[in-house]
């Protein structure tokens, strides 16, 4: 998710109520409150095309909706759709109905040409899109993404003012819970259109949206802005908010004080700060389908392409200490790249992320057998330098820093030096390839194995490390384009394990988010895959 990104989304939790479809918006009649909300990093862009970041996909959560959301039981529900669509065409084709009074913030009315222009524009590879393989399936997708087609045929059109027609190249048993990521989402293409595709979600002036809030007092910099409710919003009698506001907290200790003086309703928290707290009375354990883990930087020339160096370093770092006094927020030492509650495999009964787990116990004997090996296989004399880089978040420099003390610590010839720095900064060293370790982590943007594993594919955007197998590529694939749940299920276990014996990344932790929480607060749903969802919330 982000989702990794941060990465990465898109739920509300209860279905509309069919509003009038007459001109004039809705009188808000509903109690006026505002909610006090941090995010750990600053938000750089709302346009949904070309980013895939948290901050940006929790605020695309909160003021802008796709063809469905999610309700509490992480289901899709019809959003700007008028129902959930069953494909025909032996699975192949998606025919939808725009909502009569959808409209965005500026009063235009959303229609399907808006999902249309919204989906093009994230394949148009002059808009330098990040999230493009999460298209794959939908019919030209795979082509457009190897240049071997233009993103003009992608398999989606508007065949009329409010229809949508979706063609995918085959059956996808996921695609109801994949269009509600934030990738999704529609575009007023009348707007973005006036105000410039390069300006466009750079500031509040230039956003608009179709959702509960639209956003403001957001010059593109500035650490702190307001969502207000968008009149134009279709179920006005569901928004008891008036306003929220978002402020960047980067550090666990700042977030609680802010969240003691009653300037924060929800506090995320972590390391010393939320180990003092695991008995407070405000505190609140989301669990998420979402895993951190190293990034390994496998290009050619590199020393970590070779296996053996990188099963090494996975067998020096003590996850149990780190979770345990490092986080010490309920996070869980991680045994697969997918996490728990993820989803169930219908066709075993098993959690899938227990059933593919591996061992992750410290094996110092073993790991400097294979890190010797490793230096003699890839032909290196002197000392291994490593340079791991991550954000500028407290917690990641704490995991930076422990990680460095583990590898030096229990391996010979070895120096880590570590490199903090804004997203966009660290987003340009991965591009660059300028790291030989990436503190990265993926959030589930929908409740499938498949989200995580595809994001690991040769060539995918979020695969900053270069792995790169074609024995993982084949079951990858070959379970995306299964239409038989005994096929996918099997095709996605053999591709964790294959993940798991190539040390295709490092799995750290699995991410339980320890939240400081005002006790007055309700309605608002923690989905296990995206961002929370505060568009229905109020005060007791």
């Known amino acids: 998710m982000k989702?990794?990104?941060q990465l990465g989304a898109v739920s509300l939790i209860i279905l509309p109520v069919l509003a009038s479809c007459g001109s004039q918006p809705r009188q808000q009649t509903s109690t006026r409150e505002t909610l006090k909300l941090m995010q750990t990093s600053d938000l750089t862009t709302l346009d949904s095309t070309?980013?895939?970041?948290?901050?940006?996909?929790s605020t695309l959560v909160n003021t802008t909706e796709g063809l469905y959301r999610l309700n509490a039981k992480d289901q899709p529900v019809a959003a700007m759709a008028t129902k959930v669509v069953k494909p025909t065409r032996n699975g192949t084709q998606y025919v939808f109905h725009i909502r009569k009074d959808a409209k965005w913030s500026n009063g235009?009315?959303?229609l399907a040409s808006d999902f249309e222009y919204a989906w093009k524009r994230a394949m148009n590879p002059a808009n330098k899109p990040v999230y493009t393989y999460i298209f794959s399936g939908i019919k030209n997708a795979d082509q457009i993404n190897a240049g071997k087609k233009a993103y003009q045929s992608l398999g989606i059109a508007a065949t009329g003012k409010r229809t949508l027609k979706i063609t995918l190249d085959h059956p996808m048993t996921y695609f109801n819970?994949?269009?509600t990521v934030p990738v999704f989402l529609p575009q007023d293409q009348k707007f973005v259109t006036k105000v410039g595709t390069k300006r466009y979600g750079t500031n509040a002036t230039n956003t608009v949206s179709n959702g509960a809030f639209k956003i403001t007092k957001w010059s593109g910099t500035n650490d702190t802005y307001t969502l207000v409710r968008n009149k134009y919003y279709y179920d006005q009698k569901s928004i008891k908010l008036n306003k929220i506001n978002y402020v960047t907290v980067k550090d666990s200790n700042t977030a609680h004080n802010l969240f003691a003086d009653k300037k924060l309703d929800d506090a995320t928290i972590s390391g010393v700060t939320a180990k003092s707290l695991q008995t407070n009375k405000d505190i609140k354990h989301v669990r998420k389908a979402w895993t951190y883990y190293l990034q390994v930087n496998q290009r050619s020339g590199q020393p970590l392409k070779n296996k053996k160096l990188r099963q090494a370093l996975s067998l020096v770092i003590n996850r149990q200490q780190l979770t345990k006094n490092v986080l010490a927020d309920g996070s869980?030492?991680?045994?697969?790249f997918v996490s728990p509650g993820t989803a169930t495999d219908?066709?075993?009964?098993?959690?899938f992320s227990a059933e593919t787990s591996y061992a992750t116990n410290v094996n110092l004997a073993k790991a400097k057998k294979l890190w010797a090996a490793g230096l003699k296989a890839a032909n290196i004399k002197g000392t291994v330098n490593l340079q791991l880089v991550g954000d500028?978040?407290?917690v990641t420099k704490n995991v930076a820093q422990f990680v460095q003390k583990q590898v030096e610590q229990n391996l010979p010839r070895v120096n880590v030096t570590i490199k903090n720095v804004p997203d966009k900064g660290l987003q340009s060293l991965k591009t660059a390839g300028e790291f030989s370790l990436s503190q990265w982590y993926w959030l589930a943007d929908f409740a499938d194995p498949v989200n995580y594993l595809g994001v690991l594919q040769t060539g995918n955007a979020m695969n900053s490390g270069h792995f790169s197998d074609a024995t993982f590529d084949k079951l990858v694939n070959a379970a995306k384009q299964s239409n038989n749940q005994t096929t996918y299920w099997r095709y996605l276990r053999q591709a964790e394990e294959r993940?798991?014996?190539q040390t295709g990344i490092i799995p750290l932790y699995y991410v339980n988010e320890s939240h400081l929480v005002n006790p007055k607060l309700t309605g608002v749903q923690y989905h296990s895959g995206g961002q929370a969802d505060y568009t229905r919330a109020s005060f007791e």
């Open 499 to 501: 993940l798991q014996t």
């Open 392 to 394: 500028d978040q407290d």
């Open 332 to 336: 869980k030492p991680a045994s697969s």
């Open 50 to 57: 070309n980013q895939a970041t948290l901050p940006e996909f």
């Open 3 to 5: 989702k990794g990104w």
């Open 177 to 179: 819970k994949l269009v």
């Open 108 to 110: 235009d009315p959303v």
């Open 346 to 351: 219908p066709t075993t009964g098993k959690d």
